[in-house]
């Protein structure tokens, strides 16, 4: 019923067998969630036809990637709102290491999974959330102005005409009016130090009506209570033209957010629990405080408007953590502040859980409608997922079923590889055991993500 809806909105009536099969090969324990292992655990009797099938639908089939993340955002809501609203819109993005220079957008920037620069493709999303589930809306590969300005490269990935060079943050705030545009329900936007430190980015958003929590640098600079920029000159007649730009002087500077918070009483620090993990409760030491920020506000006739710093600052820990700047109202409580800045982490577990569950991070292609439309069918299975969740208990069994064997044929080996090799790509990652977000690596037969115990909301 639940490829049927997607059916509904991806044209042609020859597209939905492979629709079904790739949906159905993305939920499948095989290896790799690429088309080739896909096309043999679901028609082993006639796997080179269903490989060419696959391929020639996620890489060459002209529907649209925006309706059919519009179809699953429709049928998947419901199910994560029963256990509460929206409460929040997360943007963030996520890399793929890659080797080669070929494949579309690859280029030498900041990657993630590995915390360092190297070649990698990143794609950019928005996610809407609440404590249940999250589910992203929207999903776009970032391209260098290296790759964006490449004409012969364009062409040769399919890149399309009307896709210039953006930023990341220029993606991501298209992202969130096409949002607003649809009409999804509102939350608050949260969004890592990438993203929140920079204030334009901030504004748009007030612009739009919409609250955020946005991580900063320790040396973002801001007025401290009490403190400000001097009001413009008195004019004087006679004395050239009237300033209406506010003033600094040696008494008036503004102060680093990191300065401000060694500055604060002991008493200004609380405790808070924010979440019950599986384990243990989630707590830490933060501190709060109304500030004005001083970008540039030399140039500016009045103040930024006062808004909430946020600090964690763990017990133990020689200097605070993280900090945020809030637009939430002032009146709202310590500990709500805090549950809201952490629900990020919603995010994090979105990608965990698309590259371990539904192979996210396993397309072989190079081309750019077959990287989005990989990424839209494991969105769409993930939606399945998370619409399914509930109707299993928390408590269900995390195991296969015992003594089930591989879909994958005895005979079947991937090509080029070794007959020991089950895997055709033995370096493109397959556990990133290394990677610091990610839990370890479970058995592809597990789908932790049907199983795993979820903290319930406040």
């Known amino acids: 019923a639940y490829v049927d809806g997607l059916v509904s909105v991806i044209g042609h009536a020859d597209r939905a067998r492979p629709l079904r099969d790739y ?3 993305l939920l499948l324990p095989c290896e790799r969630k690429s088309v080739e292992p896909m096309a043999a655990v679901t028609a082993p009797e006639r796997t080179a036809a269903q490989h060419q099938s696959l391929l020639h639908f996620v890489g060459e089939g002209r529907w649209s990637d925006e309706k059919v993340l519009s179809k699953v955002r429709k049928m998947v809501l419901p199910a994560i709102e029963r256990a509460g609203p929206i409460e929040a819109w997360i943007i963030d993005d996520t890399a793929f290491p890659k080797k080669g220079t070929h494949s579309v957008g690859v280029a030498r920037q900041y990657c993630g999974q590995l915390g360092k620069q190297d070649n990698c493709q990143v794609a950019v999303s928005l996610s809407v959330a609440n404590h249940h589930a999250s589910l992203p809306v929207a999903y776009r ?12 490269r364009r062409k040769k990935v399919g890149v399309p005409d009307q896709i210039g060079f953006q930023t ?29 430190n920079h204030s334009d980015l901030r504004t748009a958003l007030t612009t739009l009506e919409l609250s ?9 600079t801001v007025w401290a209570p009490g403190t ?17 730009q506010l003033r600094r002087d040696a008494q008036h500077q503004p102060i680093k957010v990191k300065d401000l918070a060694l500055s604060l009483p002991a008493k200004a620090w609380r405790p808070i629990t924010w979440r019950e993990g599986s384990n243990v409760s989630l707590k830490s030491r933060f501190g709060r405080v109304r500030i004005c920020i001083a970008r540039r506000d030399f140039n500016r006739s009045e103040r930024w408007p006062e808004e909430w710093l946020l600090i964690e600052w763990p017990k133990g820990e020689k200097e605070p953590t993280k900090y945020w700047l809030s637009s939430l109202p002032p009146d709202i409580g310590f500990a709500r502040l805090v549950d809201i800045a952490k629900l990020r982490w919603r995010i994090e577990r979105d990608y965990q859980e698309l ?47 015992p003594g089930k064997k591989s879909l994958l044929p005895e005979n ?47």
Not at 141 to 150: I, P, T
Not at 356 to 373: A, I, K, P, S, V
Not at 436 to 451: D, F, G, I, K, N
Request: glycine share 10%; net charge positive; hydrophobic share 30%.
């Open 23 to 25: 949906c159905t090969g």
């Open 141 to 152: 590969l970032y391209l260098s102005e290296a790759w964006a300005s490449d004409a012969a």
């Open 168 to 196: 990341k943050i220029e993606i991501a705030l298209d992202q969130i009016r096409a949002a607003c545009t649809a009409g999804l329900p509102r939350g608050v936007v949260l969004m890592d130090a990438g993203y929140g």
């Open 212 to 220: 955020y929590v946005a991580g900063i640098l320790s040396s973002t």
């Open 228 to 244: 400000g920029p001097l009001p413009p000159k008195s004019y004087v007649p006679g004395r050239g033209r009237p300033t209406k």
């Open 355 to 401: 590259k371990q569950e539904t192979g996210l991070d396993h397309f072989e292609g190079r081309g750019w409608r077959g990287f989005h439309h990989h990424a839209t069918l494991c969105i769409a299975a993930y939606g399945f997922l998370i619409s399914e969740r509930e109707t299993i208990p928390p408590s269900g069994h995390r195991s296969s079923t």
């Open 412 to 458: 079947y080996r991937p090509r080029g590889s070794a007959v020991q090799d089950r895997t055709s790509h033995p370096k493109l990652d397959r556990n990133d055991a290394t990677i610091p977000e990610r839990c370890a690596h479970q058995s592809p037969a597990t789908m932790s993500v049907l199983y795993c115990s979820y903290p319930k909301p406040h």
